[in-house]
């Protein structure tokens, strides 16, 4: 890969992983509410299943996705609804619930980001845009991939961090209520755009 495309695939990267989504929102929320330690599993998670996206894209489940539509709407359908249940949950959330393990673990970061379309059709642009169509090598997709996932997670700590930052302002659980209920339809919003977007 030469520089200049390197220089390009690093800026697509930070774009595509520091932008408000879907997991950055939970993220943001969660973070808020119980500190950027607690958040780690997410964090881990949601690295894994990008790794399982961007692995699955090189195997070609996103050529699946784009040719099979029934797949394309079931996973989009999934999607929207652990969305919209983790959205629900996040605007609900109390200053005095305990759940920290449910909500900021390792399966939901890692399901906010195997159920989000988008990330799928993301990683497709990423592979074909990056990566040579003929004569590829394995350690060309590993590099890529462990250089994207490494942006990914650097962004994620970012909305992490700021989300424990948010928790040092809000002194109140009045004020934490009203950020979760922002933050919550925030991430409903993001959902219901989701949901009514095409490939």
């Known amino acids: 890969m030469s520089a200049q495309l390197l220089f390009a695939f690093i800026v697509f990267s930070f774009s595509i992983s520091i ?13 808020s509410r119980y500190g950027f330690v607690a958040v780690l599993p997410f964090i881990a998670g949601s690295a ?18 784009n040719s099979e539509p029934m797949l394309y709407t079931a996973l989009k359908v999934l999607g929207t609804c652990y969305l919209l249940y983790l959205a629900w ?5 109390k200053l005095s ?14 399901l906010v980001q195997i159920l989000n379309p988008k990330a799928w059709v993301a990683s497709l642009t990423l592979l074909t845009q990056f990566l040579p169509g003929q004569n590829r090598v394995l350690s060309d997709d590993a ?3 462990a250089i994207f996932i490494a942006i990914g997670v650097s962004s994620m700590c970012i909305w992490a961090y700021c989300g424990s930052a948010l928790n040092k302002l809000l002194t109140s659980p009045k004020y934490f209520l009203w950020v979760n ?14 949901a009514g977007q095409s490939i």
């Open 19 to 31: 932008a408000p989504g879907a997991g950055n929102i939970a993220l943001l929320s969660l973070s």
């Open 48 to 65: 894994l299943g990008v790794s399982i996206i961007l692995v699955g894209s090189s195997l070609g489940l996103t050529n699946l996705l």
């Open 89 to 93: 949950s996040i605007s609900t959330l």
């Open 97 to 110: 619930d305990s759940e920290t393990d449910k909500q900021t673990g390792f399966f939901s970061g890692t």
């Open 143 to 145: 590099v890529i991939m």
């Open 181 to 194: 209920r922002g933050l919550g339809a925030s991430l409903g919003v993001v959902a219901i755009v989701m």
